[in-house]
Nanobody, 115 residues
Framework: QVQLVESGGGLVQPGGSLRLSCAAS????????MSWYRQAPGKQRDLVAS???????SYADSVKGRFTISRDNAKNTVYLQMDSLKPEDTAVYYC?????????WGQGTQVTVSS
């Protein structure tokens, strides 16, 4: 079984920064993809950023240049550095792991951008 635990959410003013962390535990294989999704109230869950175990990354257009995904494979942890935050970034952020066709979700962490 795999468990994902997110941390680092909170309230921040527009233009501010937050760093989210997601630690995976359990049966983690060396080849996998870890991603961040977000879901705002009344909206669908959207992909924000992805990072593979071989170092490839990708981003949604809405966060390119502001968010950075990184991984510590030794710790099975993925991070999301969020800079220049905007009110429209307000959402619950979810960690996602996929390995060999099996997917797992974290419980989510709230990010609120407001003055």
């Amino acid at each position: 079984q795999v468990q994902l635990v997110e941390s680092g959410g909170g309230l921040v003013q527009p233009g501010g920064s937050l760093r989210l962390s997601c630690a995976a535990s359990g049966s983690i294989f060396s080849l996998n993809t870890m991603s961040w999704y977000r879901q705002a109230p009344g909206k669908q869950r959207d992909l924000v950023a992805s990072g593979t175990s071989d170092g490839s990354t990708s981003y949604a257009d809405s966060v390119k240049g502001r968010f950075t995904i990184s991984r510590d494979n030794a710790k099975n942890t993925v991070y999301l550095q969020m800079d220049s935050l905007k009110p429209e970034d307000t959402a619950v952020y979810y960690c996602w792991l996929n390995q060999y066709g099996n997917s797992y979700w974290g419980q989510g962490t709230q990010v609120t951008v407001s003055s």
